[in-house]
């Protein structure tokens, strides 16, 4: 092979290859009721991978058509229990199997399908359900794992029991003091679990997200909400005090305004309190993002959740 010549002021930094949004649906048939997994598996790996970019030797490429084979043969071989017991899996077999590859990431979308109710035969036909999508991304370096989970998609609105006002106010505030308005968020979170040690027994993972939607839903309609920043911290506080297993939450809450419309010009009053009628604004979003931690905890979730 010909030596490619090195130009003279580069170094490869960080780099990372592998089959990125694997769709994998798989069906598993109990008699006449059957069950969907539907996934979208991306997996990224790397190590000693200087060869390959420098020289051009694949002798330490793993094909990421193989890394694609490898996701929906696991998927037949083994069946998908949940997205991070699949995504533990796939990263650990990378990892072990082989000797250039030191460390796998393995990011799963969720997509959940109910059963449409009817009155014939069979347990075989399925809506997709319009909610949330979830989220799972396992990290393994051959020795400590992370598993963040989240979700993101999910649409929530209060349609009361929010203000907003005592606020700066300089040359630019337009905005009216709120004390009675809509409160309406896309939610978009992660949560990181303090699972590292593959030795240890691992959460039940499919238990635990439904706990954390459950608590993150209840803190955001019992919150009495003077700001989106306030819902969104007491929404991963309530996660962090009920959940042990997790120590880190991140949340990215658009708040999705929604203005009175003003309907004075055809004599019509239009005010909160008998039932106002809104204009919903698509943009531009006020974005309240923050990370709430186990006290002692350290922060490793990314600040922006694009990046996870
Ligand atoms: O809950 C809110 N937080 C803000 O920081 C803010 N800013 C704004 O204009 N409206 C709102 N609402």
């Not at 979208?40 to 030797?57: C, E, F």
């Not at 899996?89 to 030191?102: D, K, M």
């Not at 399925?126 to 999910?154: C, M, P, Y």
Request: net charge negative; no cysteine.
């Amino acid at each position: 092979m010909a030596e490619i010549s090195r130009p003279t002021h580069a170094v490869l930094g960080q780099n990372q290859y592998g089959k990125a949004e694997n769709r994998v649906v798989k069906i598993t048939r109990d008699g006449a009721t059957h069950h969907i997994k539907d996934l979208n598996v991306s997996v990224s790996l790397s190590g000693d991978m200087d060869d390959v970019h420098l020289s051009g030797s694949n002798a330490n490429v793993l094909p990421t058509d193989t890394t694609k084979n490898t996701v929906y043969a696991f998927a037949k071989e083994h069946g998908i229990e949940s997205a991070e017991q699949f995504g533990i899996h796939l990263a650990r077999h990378f990892v072990t199997s082989q000797p250039a590859i030191h460390r796998a990431r393995i990011r799963i979308e969720e997509y959940s399908w109910e059963r449409i109710e009817h009155g014939g035969e069979g347990a075989h036909s399925f809506v997709r359900k319009g909610q949330e999508t979830r989220l799972a991304q396992i990290t393994h370096d051959g020795e400590n794992w992370e598993v963040v989970s989240g979700l993101k998609d999910l649409t929530v609105m209060n349609s009361t029991d929010s203000e907003f006002w005592g606020y700066v106010k300089d040359k630019y505030t337009t905005l009216p003091e709120a004390h009675d308005r809509i409160l309406a968020t896309e939610v978009s979170g992660r949560w990181r679990f303090n699972w590292t040690d593959g030795e240890q027994t691992a959460p039940d993972w499919d238990e635990s997200y439904a706990q954390v939607k459950k608590h993150m839903l209840a803190a955001f309609a019992e919150t009495y909400s003077l700001s989106l920043q306030q819902t969104l911290y007491a929404m991963g506080a309530r996660i962090i005090d009920n959940r042990g297993e997790i120590d880190e939450v991140r949340f990215s809450l658009p708040n999705k305004h929604h203005f009175l419309v003003d309907l004075a010009p055809f004599g019509l009053k239009n005010d909160t309190v008998d039932g106002g009628v809104y204009f919903a604004a698509d943009r531009p979003y006020g974005l309240i993002e923050a990370t709430i931690l186990r006290d002692g905890a350290e922060a490793r979730i990314p600040v922006d959740l694009t990046n996870l």
